[in-house]
């Protein structure tokens, strides 16, 4: 049974940092590539980063480029979310997700993605 458990959301304030991850467990991690989307009240779900299994391709949306970045650790079967100059328009809850299909490159909308975290809340007050 695949598992993912995300941690490290909380409450920041405007310009703070955050590092979320992405523990999984029952898949073989390193065949799947893996993304990170939020969801905020009202809203729909929207992607935010994504990684290749391989770790040598990322993507980011436009609102995140150049503040946070994705990355791996197959070792340690998971993924990371380094979150930097946060705004309070990054309030929302974080899921990671696994891409459907081993060896699959990275995508970025959420019916590509077949298992999914719990979630963590993430806060930034301005």
């Known amino acids: 049974q695949v598992q993912l458990i995300e941690s490290g959301g909380g409450l920041v304030q405007a310009g703070g940092s955050l590092r979320l991850s992405c523990a999984a467990s029952?898949?073989?991690?390193?065949?799947?590539?893996m993304g990170w989307f939020r969801q905020a009240p009202g809203k729909e779900r929207e992607f935010v980063a994504a990684?290749?299994?391989?770790?040598?391709?990322?993507a980011y949306a436009d609102s995140v480029k150049g503040r946070f970045t994705i990355s791996r650790d197959n070792a340690k079967k998971t993924v990371y979310l380094q979150m930097n100059s946060l705004k309070p328009e990054d309030t929302a809850v974080y899921y990671c997700a696994v891409r459907k299909g081993e060896y699959n490159n990275y995508a970025m909308t959420a019916p590509d993605y077949d298992r999914w975290g719990q979630g963590t809340q993430v806060t930034v007050s301005s």
């Open positions: 029952g898949l073989p991690f390193s065949r799947y590539s």
């Open positions: 990684i290749k299994w391989s770790g040598s391709f990322t």
